[in-house]
């Protein structure tokens, strides 16, 4: 039975992408700083599948004989995720979304207005910056906290006991609502849930959600029309919008998505599937945080996870494992960066390219596997 196994690791990028200097991105390279300036760091599970030959790095042994590697390059404007997940399903964007500093007043209103609320905040910053600076205010008024970053997103943070976990989830539904039909193109509204009591204690949970536009046809759509169960792991779900996805499985943490890849992946199916999953914490807790030593953890527990799963990749199987996005924990500022991203096969031969490639990978391995 055919089955795929295509994995985003979230902001994984290599450097390089032509048009970084357009982004303020010059010389930006996630993996390529990590590995020159984090002593001993190794990948041996990645080196396996060509990740040492994609950045040009000595001592990687020799890859698996049935890996094949490439650079791929984005061709839509933008570096957030939405944009990037898009691409990589042959969806690239013609017209590129929103950004703001602050939201305009009128649309601010009408969203407090409908929530039944009043804000704190409607500026740029990180999520972790921004409970330092507002998170004591929210608890002692109630008063969700609205933000934005460099990405085309709408951001509301509210701790989940004081306002409530439900709330949150449908003041973010009326955001969605608001902007869409207001034409105001921001790729997605995120609910950012928190605990604590204290700027020392508070903690973002796992019950974030992701409201996102509608993306245009997808090759999920293809595969779902052509009987492909489409299964969606990680964020992925709320990413494309449920569209074209069949199944979907959200997690708190890249552990939490490992371990659901594997219980999927040995899972006995009927039908041909597709696995699409994203393993967020690369980018969240550490990229947009510049820890690299967190970051370059990060990648050595994925790559432990990842040597005990390839032996269950078998002939017929196809293995992608790819990026969205950088986000260069020694750039300045704390927002993704515009870089090329790699990609590793096991499956079928892939090629530097466009990131749409990854979609037409896909579904040639349902209709005429490699």
């Given at each position: 039975m055919p089955r795929v196994l295509c994995l985003v690791l979230d902001s994984v990028g290599c450097g390089n992408a032509p048009d970084a200097a357009n982004y303020g991105d010059a010389g930006a390279d996630t993996l390529g700083h990590l590995f020159s300036?984090?002593?001993?760091?190794?990948?041996?599970?990645?080196?396996?599948?060509?990740?040492?030959?994609?950045?040009?790095?000595?001592?990687?042994?020799?890859?698996?004989?049935?890996?094949?590697?490439a650079r791929l390059t984005e061709e839509s404007a933008g570096k957030d995720t939405t944009t990037g997940h898009w691409e990589l399903m042959?969806?690239?964007?013609?017209?590129?979304?929103?950004?703001?500093e602050t939201f305009p007043a009128d649309f601010l209103t009408e969203?407090?207005?409908?929530?039944?609320?009043?804000?704190l905040g409607n500026y740029a910053a990180s999520g972790t910056d921004i409970l330092t600076q507002l998170g004591t205010e929210h608890l002692l008024t109630g008063k969700p906290i609205l933000y934005t970053s460099a990405d085309s997103v709408l951001q509301i943070a509210a701790h989940e006991e004081i306002f409530g976990l439900e709330r949150l989830w449908a003041l973010c539904k009326t955001a969605r609502t608001l902007l869409d039909e207001r034409g105001i193109r921001v790729g997605r509204v995120i609910a950012r849930p928190f605990l604590g009591r204290s700027p020392a204690d508070f903690k973002r949970t796992g019950n974030r959600h992701d409201y996102s536009l509608m993306p245009g046809e997808t090759v999920l759509n293809r595969l779902q029309a052509a009987g492909v169960t489409t299964i969606g792991v990680g964020k992925i779900s709320d990413i494309f919008a449920d569209s074209g996805i069949t199944e979907s499985y959200p997690t708190s943490s890249n552990a939490h998505g490992m371990a659901e890849i594997e219980r999927l992946w040995e899972t006995p199916r009927e039908a041909p599937h597709l696995i699409f999953a994203n393993l967020v914490d690369f980018d969240s807790l550490y990229g947009h945080r510049r820890d690299p030593a967190g970051y370059a953890q990060c990648l050595r527990e994925f790559d432990h996870w990842l040597g005990t799963f390839l032996p269950k990749?078998?002939?017929?199987?196809?293995?992608?494992?790819?990026?969205?996005?950088?986000?260069?924990?020694?750039h300045a500022g704390?927002?993704?960066?515009?870089?090329?991203v790699p990609v590793l096969c096991l499956g079928r031969v892939v090629s530097d390219g466009p990131f749409s490639q990854v979609a037409d990978w896909i579904a040639q391995h349902f209709i005429t596997p490699a």
């Open positions: 300036r984090i002593p001993g760091l190794a990948l041996p599970s990645l080196a396996q599948l060509g990740l040492y030959q994609v950045l040009g790095l000595p001592d990687g042994g020799t890859p698996h004989p049935a890996a094949t590697w042959g969806c690239a964007l013609d017209e590129p979304f929103a950004y703001f969203l407090e207005n409908r929530g039944g609320v009043k804000f990749v078998h002939p017929g199987d196809l293995l992608l494992i790819t990026a969205d996005h950088g986000n260069d924990p020694y704390t927002d993704h960066t515009r870089e090329q």
